[in-house]
C-alpha cells in the first residue's frame, strides 16, 4: 500500500536545515520507501527511545526516524549517523 510522507514540526526543521543535495537524496529515498507494499522491510526497529519514533531508515551516512501513521511515513528526525539516538 503507497504509503503518503509526512513531517512532525521537528522532522520538518531538522529536514530543512540540510543541504539541498541532501534533502533531494533523502526525499528521493523516502518516496521510494513509501511506493513499497511494506515499507517497513527496510526499516529497523529503534529501541530505548522515546516516541513517537519507532523506526529508522538508513540513507546514506544520514538516519531518518519515523513512524507509520494510518497511510502516512511520519518522520521525526533526520540526523548524520553519528549524532543520531543522542537525545
Known amino acids: 500500500m503507497p504509503q ?5 514540526p521537528k522532522g520538518d526543521r531538522e529536514f530543512r536545515k540540510l543541504s539541498l543535495p541532501i534533502q533531494k ?6 518516496e521510494w520507501y513509501a ?3 511494506n515499507p517497513l522491510r ?5 529501541v530505548d527511545l522515546l516516541p513517537p519514533a519507532t523506526h ?7 538516519r531518518v526516524s ?6 502516512a ?10 549524532r543520531a539516538y543522542r537525545h
Not at 503518503?4 to 512532525?8: H, K
Not at 527496510?42 to 529503534?46: D, F, G, I, M, N
Open 4 to 8: 503518503r510522507i509526512e513531517f512532525t
Open 25 to 30: 537524496r533523502i526525499k528521493e529515498k523516502l
Open 35 to 37: 511506493a513499497q507494499e
Open 42 to 46: 527496510w526499516a529497523k526497529p529503534l
Open 56 to 62: 529508522r531508515f538508513r540513507i546514506g551516512g544520514w
Open 66 to 71: 519515523f513512524y507509520l501513521e494510518r497511510d
Open 73 to 82: 511515513i511520519v518522520v521525526d528526525a533526520a540526523e548524520i549517523k553519528g
